[in-house]
């Protein structure tokens, strides 16, 4: 029947049955009168319906401020439909019609977007991720386990020479994958050109002597036109891989990231926090990265586990998985895209990450998890490995320490953390 | 000193000190290590600055749910700088410098972005509105007062004739403005380039007629790609508005929209509530519309007084009077934009827009407003311009009616809803 859904946590001042009537009538027909031309006819043909409702419970006061005020707040989730036909598979009215104006209803005192359901049709005019695990592996030449990353620090300030020289250190240290910080931009004291031709100097030199491409995500977030000049560049200088903050350029920005050129494209959520930390409003992670992988992501970040931001572990392990689920309800391409851990991560959470996903094909960013190591970088690169390769065996790395000497000094060194995944 | 200024609300679990130093640091030149690179030579360069700090009271509980917990949650503001050579002048990468990973920390329990400041330099790349209200007085022919705008209903499921229908009655009613509903995409139902043709038709064919013409903001949100074929459509056929829903493109699509053809940008802002309905994170209008006329948004909604939304009546005005502030700290272009009324707006609601703004440079769209005038959409359209009338005289509208019979009789009709602006 090739209709979207939508799924969503609600409260409301009116009753649930009421307030999600308000909802499918505000996204599609509807009007705050009923009002001539809309028929019968136009409505059966495209009208929202409500396809499940279950009431969870009441409150007596709002989560949210709304202009209107009741003595009792229903909560619970609503679940509705539209004709693809209202819209098409374009991305972004997709998103003026399942995350628009109903944010704003005084008829609701929370609304937060759980879940979207959307047929393979949309698969013809959204291609998604050109690469996706299998094509960064392709470009990162032979591999398997986990790709082990960096991210290069400090965030800001440091010239295309230091840029590079650091760089040529990790590449040595057998490296897999390096991304600028989402702060880096395209600014005087780290030009885009200059950094590329420093970097890819360096990562060109290195593959030519020893066979290993390693491969580095530049941040090419920009306008459009710019993104495009960034994109050329990175071809010229046979870069594989492009970063884009996904919320700073917008669906459309990232889509024509995508179409241009032939690059990877990982996606920084940076601005994440905007719609995820209220548990009144916001849309949560399984929801909107399908909305990113059908505009092309092929990396996606997803926190790390027992990280410095403040979104539990669970919420961590099920954005993590969802990046590997099919996108669609009724099969046809699953476009799935590699989830990106990072943030404060060390050997002790790469065995719950490859646990958790039940196979390898993640991008596990560590900073001082590699550089601090007492072997250094090097060392702290194979440490890395090594725990995987015990998550891979299904041995602790405790005990697979005894006979891996870089995991064993890596382990005296990095503090456990406390994971918190049930 | 050309720095780049954000100000938030926040609320911590460390105490606002502290967690002003965590959002300076993750925002410039910190890690969660001090590491060697970070010299005093780049943080004096690079690093962010709090220029001001209060803290205002102390709570017992979190706002939001938070990784870190206390026995004390500091609330207060805070001014953050950053230099501009950080990353530029670039509208995205701002974006991830001043709306990224600090929505995220742990270290906060609440964080809203309440301003944002920013030097003239950014008119070098952001040239922004290109037409305002001069421009879109200018394409509507001689015209002075507000411009009494409408909004195409039912949302979806009209074909082209039918809208084109509507737009007849609504042209010989006076009316000065029409739009598509946000909802209404390029579907099969009402593909965008036979509803360009038909509209235009009618529209064209009037101002043959009369001499005036009607401005029609098309929605042509898309990929980017699509976006500049639907405008060069709206260009062929004399359509002179490109609607675009902001945050379903991004910041670059709209951006590309602007550049592209020749068109006056009406600005949508559905999906709103996501960024302003939480009292506790998010990112206040007055902060949020600079980046959107920096992209080059003309027109930009703001809900209407006592509207069906949620936003109290004084975050309208407020919202509405931002979009006719300079946006820059140190003159320069002062790029204004218009602000659009809408939703459940009637003869009662213009005057008090016209008295928060001070002037007539504002869209006011009405549905039934206009439609239900006893004396049909005509005097519908008339009574809206002697409201608005009375106002420029400063004359109330009941006194203004007895010399007005289409404004006497949109009194009686009208209920007068009950405004909030203190």
């Known amino acids: 029947m090739n209709r979207i859904t939508a799924t969503y946590?609600?409260?409301s001042p009116i009753g649930i049955t009421k307030a999600a009537e308000v909802m499918a009538g505000e996204q599609s027909t509807g009007t705050f009168g009923k009002i001539a031309l809309e028929t019968d006819e136009l409505r059966a043909r495209c009208a929202a319906q409500?396809?499940?409702?279950?009431?969870?419970s009441v409150g007596h006061s709002p989560s949210l401020p709304s202009r209107f005020s009741s003595n009792s707040y229903e909560r619970g989730i609503v679940k509705i439909s539209w004709p693809i036909d209202n819209l098409g598979t374009s991305l972004p009215n997709l998103m003026s019609t399942i995350?628009?104006?109903l944010f704003e209803l005084a008829e609701l005192s929370a609304i937060r977007m759980?879940?979207?359901g959307l047929p393979k049709v949309f698969a013809k005019t959204n291609p998604g991720p050109a690469f996706g695990a299998t094509g960064t592996r392709g470009e990162l030449g032979a591999h398997d386990g986990p790709i082990i990353g960096t991210i290069i620090k400090p965030c800001v300030g440091l010239s295309p020479a230091e840029t590079a020289d650091l760089v040529q250190i990790l590449a040595v240290a057998g490296i897999d994958f390096i991304k600028d910080d989402e702060l880096q931009a395209n600014g005087p004291h780290c030009p885009f050109p200059k950094r590329v031709e420093a970097v890819m100097g360096v990562l060109n030199a290195h593959a030519d002597k020893t066979g290993k491409r390693?491969?580095?995500?530049?941040n090419i977030t920009d306008e459009v036109d710019q993104m495009k000049r960034n994109m050329d560049l990175l071809s010229a200088h046979g870069a594989t891989c492009a970063m884009v903050c996904m919320n700073s350029v917008g669906l459309s920005g990232l889509r024509a990231a995508r179409d241009h050129g032939n690059h990877i494209i990982?996606?920084?959520r940076a601005g994440w926090g905007l719609y995820s930390r209220s548990p009144h409003i916001g849309i949560s992670f399984p929801a909107w990265q399908k909305l990113w992988r059908l505009a092309g992501a092929d990396h996606l970040h997803v926190n790390g586990l027992a990280s410095k931001f403040t979104e539990p572990d669970p919420v961590v392990a099920e954005s993590a998985k969802s990046v590997q689920t099919p996108v669609f309800y009724d099969r046809g391409p699953a476009h799935l895209a590699m989830p990106v851990f990072s943030s404060a991560q060390t050997i002790w959470q790469i065995q719950p990450a490859r646990t958790l996903l039940g196979n390898d094909d993640f991008i596990f960013c560590a900073g001082g998890g590699i550089m601090s190591h007492p072997g250094g970088p090097?060392?702290?690169v194979i440490a890395l490995r090594q725990a995987a390769d015990a998550a891979r065996a299904g041995i602790s790395i405790e005990k697979y320490s005894r006979q891996h000497p870089q995991l064993r000094a890596a382990l005296d060194v990095f503090i456990k953390p406390t994971l918190d995944l049930g």
């Open 214 to 218: 390693v491969m580095y995500a530049f």
């Open 114 to 116: 759980t879940d979207i």
């Open 378 to 380: 090097g060392d702290g």
């Open 266 to 268: 990982h996606g920084h």
């Open 9 to 11: 946590e609600i409260e």
């Open 99 to 101: 995350a628009g104006n």
């Open 50 to 56: 409500i396809d499940e409702l279950t009431v969870n």
